[in-house]
């Protein structure tokens, strides 16, 4: 069955950092883009970043440009996003995926908390 893993979240202060990770199993990893999402209260998901196959990065969402960064490492079929400056409206549930795969919208994880609050 396809998973992902979410976490990595908790709680941080704003201006502080965290690093997320997503690992996917019951797919060939190495073989799909992987997004990072997150959803806050009363809001639709949103997607974050995207990594290619071969690391090539895709868009960030504006609001997180210059603070966050995507990696992968396929070996240990992982993603992750480190967040830096992270601010009150970085607060959200974050999650990952594969956007191109059909089976993408069934198989969401519980998803990582973030919470930036002082």
């Known amino acids: 069955q396809v998973q992902f893993v979410e976490s990595g979240g908790g709680l941080v202060q704003p201006g502080g950092s965290l690093r997320l990770s997503c690992v996917g199993s019951?797919?060939?990893?190495?073989?799909?883009?992987i997004s990072w999402y997150r959803q806050a209260p009363g809001r639709e998901r949103e997607l974050v970043a995207s990594?290619?196959?071969?690391?090539?990065?895709?868009n960030f969402a504006d609001a997180v440009v210059g603070r966050f960064t995507i990696s992968r490492d396929n070996a240990k079929n992982t993603v992750y996003l480190q967040m830096t400056d992270l601010k009150p409206d970085d607060t959200a549930v974050y999650y990952c995926?594969?956007?191109?795969?059909?089976?993408?919208?069934?198989?969401w994880g519980q998803g990582t908390q973030v919470t930036v609050s002082s």
């Open positions: 019951g797919f060939t990893f190495n073989n799909y883009v």
């Open positions: 995926n594969a956007p191109a795969a059909t089976w993408g919208p069934l198989n």
């Open positions: 990594i290619g196959v071969v690391g090539e990065t895709g």
